[in-house]
T-cell receptor, first 110, second 111 residues
Framework: DVKVTQSSRYLVKRTGEKVFLECVQD?????MFWYRQDPGLGLRLIYF???????EKGDIPEGYSVSREKKERFSLILESASTNQTSMYLC?????????FGSGTRLTVV | RKEVEQDPGPFNVPEGATVAFNCTYS??????FFWYRQDCRKEPKLLMS???SGNEDGRFTAQLNRASQYISLLIRDSKLSDSATYLC????????????FGSGTQLTVLP
C-alpha cells in the first residue's frame, strides 16, 4: 500500500512563526498536493506539484509556499503564521487518479 | 457558485434504510468523478469511482449524469459503520489532475 506520512499529527504555533509541514510518500508518485480542510468549506487546494522542483498554486495559495526538492517529499511552509491558518492540513500523492492522503496535521495558531 | 456542491446534511437514517446523496459540479470539462468517505478526525479515503454507465459495489451504487452535471451515491441496507462524511470529488483537466472536493454530506446511521 502507498503510504503518505505527515510529520506531525498536532501542532501549536504562535502568530508570526515560520511553520514547516512535511509530507513524505513512498511510492514514487509524480503528483503531490497540500489541502486544508475547514468546517463548512471542505477541502481546498493550497498548492500542488507534478514533478521535482515544480509547483503550482491551487485555489488558496496566499500565505503559503511549498518546496519539492526530492520526489518523495513535499513541504508546506507558512512564512508567518496567522490565526486564520488554524486548520487541518492534508497532504496527498497520486499516480493517475489514485489519490492517497496522509493522516493530516491539525495546526493551531495562537 | 462553488465548483462542486453537496447538501451538507446531516442525514440521520435508521439501520437498514436506503439513503441517497447528490452532488452537482459546475465545470462541464470535468473528466473524472469519485466518492470519498471521511471518518471523524481521519483522512479521506476513496470509496468508489463514478462512471458514466453507473457502477455498483456491494450496497453502494454511483451514477453520473453528464448532461445535468450531477453525481449520485446510493447506499442500500445502511449499516452503523456507514456513518461518516461522504465527499463528492471531481477532477478537471490539468497538468496534475488535481481533485476538487465538495464540502461533504454527513451521514449518521442510527440503531
Amino acid at each position: 500500500d502507498v503510504k503518505v506520512t505527515q510529520s506531525s499529527r498536532y501542532l501549536v504555533k504562535r502568530t508570526g512563526e515560520k511553520v514547516f509541514l512535511e509530507c513524505v510518500q513512498d511510492m514514487d508518485h509524480e503528483n503531490m498536493f497540500w489541502y486544508r480542510q475547514d468546517p463548512g468549506l471542505g477541502l481546498r487546494l493550497i498548492y500542488f506539484s507534478y514533478d521535482v522542483k515544480m509547483k503550482e498554486k491551487g485555489d488558496i495559495p496566499e500565505g503559503y509556499s511549498v518546496s519539492r526538492e526530492k520526489k518523495e517529499r513535499f513541504s508546506l511552509i507558512l512564512e508567518s503564521a496567522s490565526t486564520n491558518q488554524t486548520s487541518m492540513y492534508l497532504c496527498a500523492s497520486s499516480l493517475e487518479d489514485g489519490y492517497t492522503f496522509g493522516s493530516g496535521t491539525r495546526l493551531t495558531v495562537v | 457558485r462553488k465548483e462542486v456542491e453537496q447538501d451538507p446534511g446531516p442525514f440521520n437514517v435508521p439501520e437498514g434504510a436506503t439513503v441517497a446523496f447528490n452532488c452537482t459540479y459546475s465545470n462541464s470539462a470535468s473528466q473524472s468523478f469519485f466518492w470519498y468517505r471521511q471518518d471523524c478526525r481521519k483522512e479521506p479515503k476513496l470509496l468508489m469511482s463514478v462512471y458514466s454507465s453507473g457502477n455498483e459495489d456491494g450496497r453502494f451504487t454511483a451514477q453520473l449524469n453528464r448532461a445535468s452535471q450531477y453525481i449520485s451515491l446510493l447506499i442500500r441496507d445502511s449499516k452503523l459503520s456507514d456513518s461518516a462524511t461522504y465527499l463528492c470529488v471531481v477532477i478537471s483537466s490539468g497538468s496534475a489532475r488535481q481533485l476538487t472536493f465538495g464540502s461533504g454530506t454527513q451521514l449518521t446511521v442510527l440503531p
